[in-house]
T-cell receptor, first 113, second 116 residues
């Protein structure tokens, strides 16, 4: 499975945008980029995913570099509830794929009031 | 919220005893997974299932076995629990019957296991 690299931690102020980077230089053509987050004492929850084009949903935006070797999760206005560990994960969508996700250690986002 | 329930949610046991954790889903999803989470390691995949009676190993499968006799239940068994298996265990499900497969995983609330 291709690996991802994320900063261990980041800080943001409430109501400001947050850009969470992820490097995945060994990504293959069939790998989707997934982002999950884990709030304290909860299981991870899906945030967003994409393949080549930038994606937007109600939670966040995903900006994917043209060469797909990096991506950025964008929270447009951070709230205190966004304080969590954010995981960037590559999912193989090729033949026989089983949707299994291999998590790294993620980025711990702290949001200051 | 996806219909996933894990049981028990908390368990304390002694070294050498068998332990079974149950994951139950009401979504009729094809894929089910067991992860463990420990400080400094993030989530690690133990075993997963891609259908009834179809299972495979993940990253950290030693000391664990699984069974899936019906779509809705995925059991994780520690045959002889050790202190190194003290952890929080998460079950996840994925896949829509007859529909597009986005690969999104839905996680349960976790089961905290302490092995003394």
């Amino acid at each position: 499975d291709a690996k991802t690299t994320q900063p261990n931690s980041m800080e943001s102020n409430e109501e400001e945008p947050v850009h969470l980077p992820c490097n995945h230089s060994t990504i293959s053509g069939t790998d989707y980029i997934h982002w999950y987050r884990q709030l304290p004492s909860q299981g991870p929850e899906y945030v967003i995913h994409g393949l080549t084009s930038n994606v937007n949903n109600r939670m966040a935006s995903l900006a994917i570099a043209e060469d797909r070797k990096s991506s950025t999760l964008i929270l447009h206005r951070a709230t205190l509830r966004d304080a969590a560990v954010y995981y960037c994960i590559l999912r193989d969508s090729g033949g026989g794929a089983t949707n299994k996700l291999i998590f790294g250690t993620g980025t711990l986002l702290a949001v200051q009031p | 919220d996806a219909g996933i329930t894990q049981s028990p949610r908390h368990k304390v046991t002694e070294t050498g005893t068998p332990v079974t954790l149950r994951c139950h889903q009401t979504e009729n999803h094809r894929y089910m997974y067991w992860y463990r989470q420990d400080p400094g390691h993030g989530l690690r995949l133990i075993h997963y299932s891609y259908g009834v009676k179809d299972t495979d190993k993940g990253e950290v499968s030693d000391g664990y076995s699984v069974s899936r006799s019906k779509t809705e239940d995925f059991l994780l068994t520690l045959e002889s629990a050790t202190s190194s298996q003290t952890s929080v265990y998460f079950c996840a499900i994925s896949g829509n019957r007859g529909g597009p497969n986005t690969g999104e995983l839905f996680f349960g609330e976790g089961s905290r296991l302490t092995v003394l």
